[in-house]
């Protein structure tokens, strides 16, 4: 009989430990609403950055905020050893090798070939997760975008070209001849101007295309090109990018308008542009990210699109160009979007 009453109180005991158990862990609201156990361990995040210009710095700091918003915060539950390579291939390679040996839980490409020596580096195993990639097929990273099909997902950085060509025909309308330059190494930056090259020409541009191998070349391939054209396409490229304001400068002294991917190169000295934005697109694989430390399967993980854009005008430039700029698009980025002045 007393056996019996021991194992009763056995049972009893066990079931209150486990009830309290359950009622006094932490919870955390999932991006659904939903009630999810919240992270306890320490997690450690590689961030690998190609190169320091204002569109991938925007995206860094996006993907921080991504994380934090998925409960993963630096200093309490997650460590973030974030690496810049400044466009040397081979530290890209000695980063990605660290964070492997380093047994990070996770790595983030910030750039079509951090994102390339990340996945090369992790060997099919450590999540990648992509920041802003332009073409992640094309890059080979991805199976597709629907399903990745391996240990990568994340966020597709593709500029709306279409609508950036339509600012060019509004504020450039007598504009025959197009330049569009970009660095040939850069994978994405190819594919965004050889994609632009085809709308222009089927739009009645005539193209002429430039290329730069480093942002040493800009002055010199700048020069020759803006003797030749009436206007200049400069596309989600780093390398251009990190040499926006060279090739600002060249082409305001030859009185030709640079019209620019992103609102960080009107920034840096482009006329207009409508773009998407850099730090959506890193706060979006943030949240990729937090969700994967969490559990979610990248192979099933679709590859995420930020599509919304917004206008930025540079109204200096248009006064050193002696340029008017649309009245309509001046009161879209005022409105909505961004001045620099």
């Given at each position: ?315 200096g430039e248009a006064k050193t160009l002696g340029i008017k700029l649309p009245a309509s698009l001046l009161k879209q980025a005022k409105k909505n979007g961004e001045v620099f002045k």
């Amino acid at each position: 009989m007393m056996k019996k009453i021991y194992g009763v109180i056995v049972v009893i005991a066990a079931f209150l430990a486990f009830a309290f158990y359950q009622a006094s862990r932490p919870k955390t609201q999932s991006a659904s609403g939903q009630n999810q156990t919240a992270v306890k361990k320490q997690v450690k995040v590689g961030i690998l950055q190609l190169v320091t210009h204002p569109a991938l710095d925007q995206i860094h700091r996006g993907v921080v905020a991504g994380l934090k918003e998925e409960g993963f915060k630096s200093g309490k539950n997650l460590k973030i050893d974030y690496q810049n390579a400044q466009g040397d291939q081979s530290n890209l390679q000695t980063m990605s090798s660290k964070f492997n040996d380093e047994n990070d839980d996770l790595t983030v490409g910030i750039a079509t070939p951090a994102a390339q020596a990340l996945a090369k580096a992790a060997n099919g195993k450590t999540p990648v997760i992509l920041a802003g990639i332009t073409d992640p097929v094309g890059g080979r990273l991805v199976k597709s975008n629907q399903r990745p099909g391996g240990n990568i997902t994340g966020t597709s950085g593709e500029s709306p070209l279409s609508q950036q060509l339509n600012i060019i025909k509004q504020i450039v309308p007598s504009a025959k001849k197009l330049g569009i330059i970009y660095t040939t190494s850069d994978h994405g930056g190819t594919y965004n101007a050889k994609k632009m090259q085809r709308l222009a020409q089927k739009a009645g541009y005539q193209v002429k295309m430039y290329t730069i191998s480093s942002t040493n070349d800009m002055q010199t391939i700048a020069g020759q090109m803006v003797n030749s054209v009436q206007a200049v396409y400069a596309p989600q490229d780093n390398g251009v990018a990190s040499a926006m304001k060279t090739l600002a400068d060249v082409a305001n002294k030859a009185g030709v308008p640079v019209i620019p991917a992103a609102d960080t190169m009107v920034k840096d000295g482009g006329l207009a542009t409508l773009a998407v934005s850099q730090y959506q697109l890193g706060r979006q694989s943030g949240i990729m990210a937090g969700k994967v430390l969490k559990g979610k399967k990248t192979s099933n993980y679709p590859i995420a699109f930020v599509d919304k854009g917004f206008i930025s005008v540079n109204t200096g430039e248009a006064k050193t160009l002696g340029i008017k700029l649309p009245a309509s698009l001046l009161k879209q980025a005022k409105k909505n979007g961004e001045v620099f002045k």
